[in-house]
């Protein structure tokens, strides 16, 4: 099963809760030509993963591990499961690639033991799991509230011309969580202001709506994404943004943007980034 990456268009954090997760709104953009590959399997027992990245965990630690313990816990089954993981989205990148792998091991797992468990409560599972992680179970691009679990979905008319660039670390969710008010944030623009721009697919006037509440720390945290974002800016990139909790640019290509833009920045970063683009259609990826 393909497992596609995500950006946000759009994220505010409005409060947080007890139990200590923050309470947002944000508009999920899926990439599904950025993508896992996630396989599940029945074994004779236990849990197995294999993954060709070392940089993830394939124990305990790793979020398709914990969705297998807890799909079996709350069906009351016990199974092996193997779990084979292919990984093209950067690890800790603000992309949902964790995220993204967990919800199909979760679909995956419903279809082989419980096919008639209601997909209401493997959302309810999911989001357990983590606030990314229900949107994943059907990314269509959505507006999500709370800690991510009520999620609407939006009607859009076309599609943005995008580059991301990973600056090849990675950044905890947890770190930019704990530290977004570091840093003084500008006004959000008004969240309807961009919902209608997207309905409409008016993506110029996108440009200058889209927010991050945890852009800021992170820019200034790592000086390394600003002198990235000034270079993007200056090949006719526009409105560079963070993705999620980062570290993970992203930004709207227009006419006017260079063919070239990829092997340009690769050019100025040498052996430092990784950018993808999709532009009409197609995947371009260069590492």
Request: with cysteine; hydrophobic share 45%.
């Amino acid at each position: 099963m393909r497992t596609c990456a995500k950006i946000n268009l759009y994220l505010r954090i409005t409060g947080k809760r007890a139990d200590g997760y923050h309470e947002l709104e944000t508009l999920f953009w899926p990439l599904p030509w950025l993508y896992d590959e996630v396989t599940v399997s029945l074994a004779d027992s236990g849990i197995h993963l294999e993954c060709d990245s070392p940089e993830v965990p394939c124990d305990s630690r790793n979020l398709c591990w914990k969705a297998v313990d807890a799909f079996l816990a709350d069906a009351a089954l016990t199974a092996g499961v193997h779990i084979q993981l292919v990984k093209h989205i950067p690890v800790a990148a603000g992309l949902g690639g964790g995220s993204s792998d967990a919800a199909a091991v979760l679909l995956q797992m419903r279809e082989l033991l419980a096919p008639t468990m209601a997909m209401e409560h493997l959302a309810e599972l999911a989001v357990q799991l983590g606030a990314d992680v229900p949107f994943f179970l059907n990314p269509v691009p959505a507006l999500a509230r709370g800690v991510g679990e009520r999620l609407e979905q939006i009607v859009i008319s076309g599609e943005p011309d995008l580059l991301l660039v990973n600056p090849g670390f990675p950044i905890p969710a947890a770190w930019s969580y704990a530290h977004w008010q570091d840093v003084p944030q500008s006004p959000a623009p008004p969240l309807d202001d961009l919902l209608g721009t997207v309905r409409n697919g008016e993506w110029e006037k996108v440009v200058s709506l889209t927010h991050n509440d945890l852009g800021p720390c992170a820019m200034a945290k790592f000086p390394l994404l600003g002198m990235i974002a000034e270079r993007l800016e200056s090949y006719g990139v526009h409105g560079v943004r963070v993705s999620g909790s980062g570290p993970t640019l992203f930004g709207f290509c227009t006419a006017a943007t260079p063919i070239d833009v990829t092997a340009r920045l690769e050019s100025d970063f040498p052996g430092t980034i990784r950018c993808f683009r999709k532009k009409r259609g197609n995947c371009k990826t260069t590492v």
